[in-house]
């Protein structure tokens, strides 16, 4: 199996502008988990969607951060417009079902906002 | 709520043994482990779900004392591998991990 997949692995944009962070989990996996981690806040969990229905999005820091899970095998997560603060390492995980133990982390995308 | 690791971060020569420590002020549904190494994603150790159950992974294993809310990681006769950052991840629902800081280790030859 491929793994979860993330696109770009690197981005580096300037402030103002609108950045989109792709994630395929898993095939078969049912739930997937958007995590944001900087030096200063550690792991954060974002977003998580169950059945592509976003369930808690109450880490969403603000309105510019919006996340859409179409079907599926896709899910993104945009930042418009990005600011130098949202510089981090962005994890997409995912799970076979809500309630699963382990979380399969694909291998992030590195964002610099400049 | 973040669960709270100690140490930050601890240095070993091979061989050696250490002990990482989780602890969090909420009851505990679950405790589980991971481990990041530099530059790469954070892969999964271990769960715990019973209160002093022991889990293993290698030479690396845990306790998770319900009661005190704590658990603890175990490493072993410690190898050049087992270099990483550990973080514990705590659960009070059946989805939502809240990760601790995470402890450093670095292990040489």
């Known amino acids: 199996d491929a793994g979860v997949i993330q696109s770009p692995r690197h981005e580096v944009t300037e402030m103002g502008q609108e950045v989109t962070l792709r994630c395929k989990p898993i095939?078969?996996?049912?739930?997937l988990f958007w995590y944001r981690q900087t030096m200063m806040r550690g792991l954060e969990l974002l977003i998580y969607?169950?059945?592509?229905?976003?369930?808690?999005d109450s880490g969403m820091p603000e309105d510019r951060f919006s996340a859409k899970m179409p079907n599926a095998s896709f899910s993104t997560l945009k930042i418009q417009p990005s600011e130098p603060r949202d510089s981090a390492v962005y994890f997409c995980?995912?799970?076979?079902?809500?309630?699963?133990?382990?979380?399969?982390f694909g291998p992030g995308t590195r964002l610099t906002v400049t | 709520q973040q669960p709270v690791q100690s140490p930050q971060a601890v240095i070993l020569r091979e061989g050696e043994d250490a002990v990482i420590n989780c602890s969090s002020s909420k009851a505990l549904y679950s405790v589980h482990w991971y481990r990041q190494k530099h530059g790469e994603a954070p892969v999964f150790l271990m769960i715990?779900?019973?209160?002093?159950e022991q889990k293993g992974h290698e030479k690396i294993s845990a306790s998770f004392n319900e009661k005190k809310q704590q658990s603890s990681l175990y490493l072993t006769a410690s190898q050049l591998s087992y270099s990483g950052t550990y973080f514990c991840?705590?659960?009070?629902?059946?989805?939502?991990?809240?990760f601790g800081a995470g402890t450093t280790v670095t292990v040489r030859a």
């Open positions: 969607f169950n059945n592509n229905v976003p369930i808690d």
């Open positions: 095939s078969g996996h049912n739930s």
């Open positions: 995980a995912s799970t076979p079902r809500q309630g699963s133990h382990e979380q399969y």
């Open positions: 715990l779900l019973k209160g002093g």
């Open positions: 991840g705590t659960k009070d629902n059946d989805y939502k991990l809240s």
